[in-house]
């Protein structure tokens, strides 16, 4: 089965500096990469996506690469703002099963 | 366009008892999905509904059932609660043509003590 790893549970960074959030994975199978923000006691909400044939996706100060030979995926949140601040969840959503798999997310501080 | 809805909000039932949750999907959307969030864990999957039909099982027992209605709406059924079962359960509403943009509802916070 599929397992998701992210790197850290917490981290804390100065306003206007680049987050950048690891996302680790087993077990590789058909599917594609999300990533999501959780804000407390919210649902979570998707940000992007990412298909196994793409090297890089961007979205607004928002980028995610894909590296299906390290097995591993980076989220990147440039200008970072205190809004930004939350957890953010990676998931590996399998095309055969119709389901996402998702790690236990990073927890960001953006300090002002 | 109305987003996912689920109710109730909280609710704290006693071991050995049964719920039931509620979620109603996003307009347009025909695909549910529901996933168990324990404190500081990711969502774990526990089923997908389309067309009424159980379309796809995650690693739950028997006792975690579902139901989904013509109206894409669908039911979390939890029997015979255990107190890990305390969780917040999330509802997410997807097309069948991009069911890997999952679009989640606020949850419900279920407490078993």
């Known amino acids: 089965s599929q397992k998701i790893e992210q790197n850290s549970e917490a981290l804390n960074i100065q306003e206007g500096k680049t987050a950048t959030l690891t996302c680790n994975y087993t077990?590789?199978?058909?599917?594609?990469l999300q990533w999501y923000r959780q804000d407390p006691g919210r649902g979570p909400v998707f940000l992007l996506l990412?298909?196994?044939?793409?090297k890089e996706k961007r979205k607004e100060r928002l980028k995610v690469t894909f590296d299906t030979t390290l097995k591993q995926s980076l989220f990147h949140i440039t200008a970072s703002q205190p809004a930004d601040s939350a957890t953010y969840l990676c998931?590996?959503?399998?095309?055969?099963?119709?389901?996402?798999?998702f790690g236990d997310g990073t927890t960001l501080t953006v300090k002002p | 366009e109305t987003g996912v809805t689920q109710s109730p909000t909280h609710l704290i039932k006693t071991r050995g008892q049964q719920v039931t949750l509620r979620c109603s999907s996003q307009?347009?959307?025909?695909?549910v999905s529901w996933y168990q969030q324990a404190l500081g864990q990711g969502p774990q999957f526990i089923f997908q509904?389309?067309?009424?039909?159980?379309?796809g099982r995650g690693n739950f027992p028997p006792r975690f059932s579902g139901l989904q209605f013509p109206n894409y709406s669908s039911e979390l059924n939890v029997n015979a609660l255990e107190l890990d079962d305390s969780a917040l359960y999330l509802c997410?509403?997807?097309?069948?043509?991009?069911?890997?943009?999952?679009?989640f509802g606020p949850g419900t916070r279920l407490t078993v003590t």
């Open positions: 997410a509403s997807s097309s069948r043509g991009t069911s890997h943009e999952q679009y």
């Open positions: 077990n590789y199978s058909p599917a594609y």
């Open positions: 990412i298909r196994e044939n793409e």
């Open positions: 998931a590996l959503y399998n095309t055969n099963a119709g389901k996402s798999t």
């Open positions: 307009s347009g959307h025909n695909t």
């Open positions: 509904y389309y067309r009424e039909e159980e379309n």
